[in-house]
């Protein structure tokens, strides 16, 4: 059921975003993409995006992002996860992305990563990792893969690599539909 409403959440993200663009949408993480995997794009130079979401669960957890374009292909950002959890008080974070220059026509190629920690109720658990991804459009759909290093510090010290691809459809002007899928890992995730 979670994962349910997780994703309405990101249709309505995607669905909101105006004008639609395989890109458009700010991810859970912070930098466009969808839910938790980014896309070979960035925002627009001197562009800022601004995204809420409430995520409907036993406890009360509401990812609030901003992201801005600084330069072409290059964008910044950061989130914070309110949590009302006996568990987690909260999570905040810090991304970048860069998009290379465009050499071969519709595929994007991105380095990018994140920083971030979470208070947990008696200790913190940080973590940061690097990605590299690869998105191709080709007319209204846009398949995305990358592969994620990994690393938590803390109360949970692992490190693993993750896979992932994602695929969007513009549907509409206005409306942009997808899926994500990420490789599990027991290290990060526990069994």
Known sequence: MKKLLLFCAVAVVLTASVPA???????????TGLARTP??????PLTLA????????DDVFLPLRAEFG????????????????????AAWGFNAK??????????????GGHYREQDLADEKNNGHDVYVVASYRYGFLTPTVGIRYESITGANDESDLRFFGSLVADVLPNLAVGFEIESASDKLEGT
């Open 21 to 31: 663009s395989a890109a458009s949408g700010l991810g859970l993480r912070g930098e």
């Open 39 to 44: 896309m070979a794009a960035a925002l627009p």
């Open 50 to 57: 601004v995204a809420a979401d409430f995520v409907a669960s």
């Open 70 to 89: 600084v330069i072409e292909g290059l964008e910044l950002g950061g989130n914070y996860w309110y949590i009302d959890s006996p568990e987690i008080s």
């Open 98 to 111: 860069y998009v290379l220059p465009e050499f071969v026509e519709n595929l994007g190629l991105a380095l």
